[in-house]
Every structure is written in structure tokens, then in C-alpha cells.
């Protein structure tokens, strides 16, 4: 059986954590108590913050020359990211910690591949926890008190969290359908589309499909660098938007590099490039009010692009790829990118989208193993799907 790795700051919350690790040994998981504090002790642990820190893949010294808090906190967190990864013994993994602790620890489990068991025990479980989570399945506890020393809560709390790290290393995970995972990327406005790829193919593969919510891109490259999910249509890839002109559903400047990492087959289009989105109207940027707005509902407002942002998009797309590794097969729809760019439609603007497709025809390299597709069709159109379906199987045959 693999170890249970228990991560904190020994320096300040060694009694909490040895805690922890008792209890985990007695439900017969071996453990690895690792230390990222930053300041000096003399605890037993089996990996010390130096050991840790000689992993930062620029600073392995910064102990001894950091003196900032905040600093240490963010250098302990890379080094610990590039420390867990290559623990051949890990079987999972457990943090306890306040705000900077939590920043520490899930810098480094998010590293770590899907399953793998992740607990933390934070102050700040019970808040956003977008930041410390991201795309990735940690689970957070909060730990009601602060954790700081033994009481009649934290035994409690901390105690639940040592037996479901243990639970999850000792369990096994029944076995289930075997066909290959395909991942797709849907946002309201490329549903039809993306529900009849989904229908052609869902027999022969275990169809996932990802709202491209930012989180949800995302997720769906984290499966991707996993070596989980080989297959792909990332039809969807609106997310680009709300990166390049300040929406809030945005994955950020990494979105399409797990495809520059992993040379896998790529299948991808232009789905939903006409719009960004933002929250009820009047949190609209005061710079984007005179813009085309639309009101999908009280909740989100979308802002039609524009040829200048089309064309930017167009640029920043070709430029990524160009560097896969991998066969591309990229669509574009030349009659509109969304349900609501359609002719009789709030968002229809032909003239937007043609300078979206000739930034991408002037910026790609296009080879045999690399091309545009370019369909006379809208993206929900019956033939378009049919046509992703088959550049997909050319490239799986």
C-alpha cells in the first residue's frame, strides 16, 4: 500500500499534524510527514522544509535568504509542486493549515494527477475556494477553529480528515466502462452542436463533456496532461474571449497548452468567439457600455467581439497551433460561431467573424498534418457536426 504524505508547517502546527499522522497509522497507512514551514524547529519529521526547498526550481536556497513572509510562502509553494510529483510512494495526501499554509499545500496537489486523494484542512475552506482548488478534485475541510492545538473541535475535524485520507488510500475504486474518454468543450450557445457530436460517438467512447466556464477548460486540459483523456473535440474554445478582453469566465493565458505539451491528436473550432461575458449588467465595464449587449439571463451579460478582437483572437489562437506537436484539424464555421450569431440573430456579424477567420488563415502554418477546415455552415448546423465527427475519425481511425 502506498503512504499517506501529511504536509504542513512544523513549525507552527507540528502538534496538529503528528495528530493527524497517529491516527492515520492506526488505521494501517504508512506515513510521510513533511515539513514547509519556513523558520527553524527541532520537530521529527521525515522530510524537512530544506529537503523541500531544495526542489524550487530556481531558488533552491531561499531559506536562507528570504525574509518576507509572503515571499517564502510563494516559494515554498513551488518548490513543494515540484517535490510531490515525483513521490513514487504517495498514495495521498493530507494538508492542515491557515491561509498561507493552504497556499503552500494545494500549490503542490494541484500538481498531482487526478484520483490521487487530496484533503485540506483549512480557515479558508469555507469561502472561495477557487484559487487553492482550481481544475483539480482537492478536497477542503474547514476546520471551524483555527488549527491551533488539540480541543474538543479540531479532534473532531481533524480526526474525520485522518480517517478519509485513509479511507481513500485503503478503498479501491470498482471498475467501469473501459471505452476511451472524449473530451468536448460546450457553452449554451454550441449545445445543439456539441449534443449531436456527443449522440455520433458516444457508443464507441465515455463522451465528457466540459462547460467552458474557465474552470471547465481547465479541467478539461488538466485530464488531458493526466494521460487520462487522449481523445478530443474542443469545439467550444469561448473561454479565449474572456482572457483577451477582461470577461470573467476566463481559463488564462495556458488555455490549448496542455495540446503544446501532449502530442495527441486535436480536433478544435471556433465555438462561441462573438461573445464575453460578465456578470448583471451593471457590472459591465464603464469602457464596454456603448458596446452590443446582450442579457442572457439576470445573471450573465454578453458582449458581442468585435473585428479588431476577432482578429486579435484569430492571431493568439494560430499562434498556439502552430506549436502542436500533434495532427490538428481546426473548423471554422463561416455562416457564425454560436447559436446567436445567425442571421435574424442579436449577435450576427459577418464581417466580425471574417476577420476571426482570415487572422487564423494568415497565422497557421498550415501543413498535411496541420489545417483549417473551412465549412460554409453555422456551428449548430447538422452538416458541421457531421463534419467534426469526421476529422475526428480521421484522425482516430
Same mark, same amino acid.
Given at each position: ?38 523558520? @527553524? ?55 492542515? &493549515? ?56 479540531? !479532534? ?25 474518454? /472524449? ?6 450557445? %454550441? ?13 464507441? $467512447? ?30 467550444? %474554445? ?5 482572457? /483577451? ?8 493565458? &495556458? ?45 450573465? %451579460? ?40 445567425? @442571421?435574424?440573430?442579436? $449577435?450576427?456579424? @459577418? ?10 488563415? !494568415? ?29 475526428? !475519425?480521421?484522425?482516430?481511425?
Amino acid at each position: 500500500m502506498k503512504k499517506a504524505y501529511i504536509v504542513g508547517t512544523c513549525d507552527t502546527k507540528f502538534d496538529e499534524l503528528d495528530f493527524v499522522r497517529q491516527i492515520i497509522r492506526q488505521s494501517g497507512v504508512e506515513t510521510v510527514l513533511v515539513d514547509v514551514g519556513t523558520k @527553524p524547529h527541532d520537530r521529527k519529521v521525515d522530510v524537512s522544509a530544506r529537503e523541500v526547498a531544495s526542489f524550487h526550481p530556481s531558488k533552491p536556497g531561499f531559506l536562507d535568504s528570504v525574509s518576507e513572509r509572503g515571499e517564502a510562502v510563494g516559494a515554498m509553494g513551488e518548490a513543494l509542486a515540484a517535490f510531490l510529483p515525483g513521490r513514487g510512494d504517495l498514495g495521498g495526501v493530507i494538508g492542515l &493549515g491557515g491561509s498561507g499554509g493552504t497556499s503552500i499545500v494545494t500549490s503542490g496537489m494541484r500538481m498531482l494527477p487526478l484520483g490521487t486523494p487530496k484533503i485540506m484542512v483549512s480557515t479558508m475552506a469555507s469561502g472561495n475556494v477557487a484559487p487553492y482548488v482550481g481544475p483539480n478534485d482537492i478536497s477542503m475541510m474547514y476546520s471551524v477553529t483555527d488549527v491551533s492545538g488539540i480541543n474538543r473541535v479540531s !479532534r473532531v475535524v481533524l480526526a474525520n480528515a485522518a480517517n478519509a485520507l485513509a479511507g481513500m488510500i485503503r478503498g479501491t475504486v470498482p471498475p467501469g466502462d473501459d471505452r476511451p474518454l /472524449l473530451g468536448m468543450t460546450m457553452f449554451g450557445v %454550441t449545445t445543439p452542436c456539441v449534443d449531436m457530436v456527443r449522440h455520433s460517438l458516444e457508443k464507441e $467512447f465515455d463522451c465528457l463533456v466540459f462547460h467552458a466556464t474557465g474552470t471547465g477548460g481547465q479541467s478539461f486540459e488538466k485530464l488531458v496532461d493526466s494521460g487520462m483523456m487522449k481523445c478530443l473535440l474542443d469545439i467550444t %474554445t469561448t473561454e479565449i474571449c474572456d482572457h /483577451l478582453m477582461g470577461g470573467v469566465l476566463s481559463s488564462g493565458e &495556458g488555455r490549448m497548452d496542455a495540446f503544446i505539451r501532449n502530442p495527441i491528436p486535436y480536433v478544435g473550432s471556433v465555438g462561441a468567439l462573438d461573445m464575453v461575458n460578465f456578470g448583471p449588467m451593471d457590472t459591465v465595464p464603464e469602457k464596454y457600455r456603448n458596446r452590443k449587449l446582450y442579457v442572457h439571463n439576470p445573471q450573465v %451579460t454578453l458582449m458581442r467581439t468585435t473585428p479588431e478582437e476577432n482578429a486579435r483572437m484569430g492571431e493568439w489562437i494560430g499562434s498556439k497551433l502552430n506549436k502542436f506537436p500533434g495532427p490538428v484539424r481546426f473548423l471554422l464555421p463561416l455562416k457564425g460561431v454560436s447559436m446567436i450569431d445567425a @442571421p435574424g440573430q442579436a $449577435f450576427h456579424w @459577418p464581417e466580425a467573424d471574417e476577420a476571426l477567420f482570415a487572422a487564423l488563415e !494568415r497565422t497557421v502554418v498550415q501543413t498535411e498534418d496541420h489545417r483549417l477546415v473551412k465549412l460554409p455552415m453555422n456551428i449548430n448546423d447538422p452538416g458541421f457536426a457531421a463534419a467534426l465527427v469526421e476529422n475526428f !475519425r480521421e484522425l482516430h481511425p
